[in-house]
């Protein structure tokens, strides 16, 4: 018998756009209507942390009016036949709710929240008491969103390379590819490695990863066509 492939994507904002959630970037995007060193940064969060909570409470609404997409569960799907592996930027729990098993998520989940004193207490937020606010205490502590805002490190970036070293196939899907550590995933892959990358307005990417130009969905199914062949 032989081993099954591993194959780890690399998710952004895109994969959940068709989902009605909206990226940070493009047209009519998050960060032209936030200021993001305001709403997502450490800096931002020690000025006006009530700022920051309503803005991640806004999230967290947006979040729960949504569903997976067929991009998601594509992904979910081919645990059928392959090792899967989902390294998202995204802080929803798109993908988990698809039927991914394996999910790491590097900035964080909006359905947590984490002590203001203590970086490893964190509390699920439940879909009937999601709200929190610089008042919120939960079994004593004081909380903030479980979000790595810009500023802070991202603790799961060593596991993420680890990870993306060990890939049979690397798939990257719906990001700029503009925001470190996470766009520099891709430096990590081992040499030879068949890559892929799904985005309808791609960035530029180094000369041998496999551009699929299309939306995660449609570019998930185009995708699983040439895995086949
Ligand atoms: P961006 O908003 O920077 O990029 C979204 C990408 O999705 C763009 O490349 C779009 O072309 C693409 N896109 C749009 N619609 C799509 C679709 N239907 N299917 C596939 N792709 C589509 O989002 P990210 O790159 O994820 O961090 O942003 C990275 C980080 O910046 C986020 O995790 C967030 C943000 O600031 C924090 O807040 C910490």
Do not use: C
């Not at 990226?23 to 969060?45: C, I, P, Q």
């Not at 067929?70 to 995204?90: P, S």
């Not at 490893?120 to 009937?128: A, E, I, N, V």
């Not at 030879?192 to 998930?220: C, L, R, S, W």
């Amino acid at each position: 018998m032989t081993a099954r492939k591993k194959i780890v994507f690399s998710t952004g904002a895109g994969v959940s756009a068709e989902s009605g959630i909206t990226t940070f970037r493009d047209a009519e995007g998050l960060w032209e209507k936030h200021n993001v060193m305001d709403v997502a940064s450490h800096e931002g969060f020690l000025r006006n942390p009530a700022l920051v909570h309503s803005f991640y409470n806004a999230r967290r609404r947006d979040m729960l009016a949504t569903a997976p997409n067929d991009a998601h569960r594509a992904i979910a799907e081919l645990e059928k036949d392959y090792d899967v592996y989902v390294i998202t930027q995204n802080v929803d729990e798109l993908h988990e709710m698809a039927g991914s098993s394996q999910v790491m998520h590097l900035h964080g989940k909006l359905m947590s929240a984490r002590a203001l004193d203590d970086d490893s207490l964190t509390w699920k937020l439940t879909p009937d008491n999601y709200e929190t606010t610089p008042e919120t205490i939960i079994d004593g502590h004081h909380v903030r969103p479980d979000i790595v805002f810009f500023g802070e490190a991202v603790p799961m970036f060593e596991p993420a390379v680890e990870l993306v070293a060990q890939a049979d196939i690397f798939v990257i899907i719906g990001t700029t590819l503009s925001v470190y550590p996470a766009a520099a995933l891709l430096r990590y892959v081992k040499p030879g490695t068949p890559v892929y990358y799904i985005d309808p307005n791609p960035a530029q990417v180094p000369h041998g990863v496999t551009v699929i130009a299309q939306p995660a969905t449609t570019g998930m199914r185009t995708l699983m066509d040439m895995l086949r062949k």
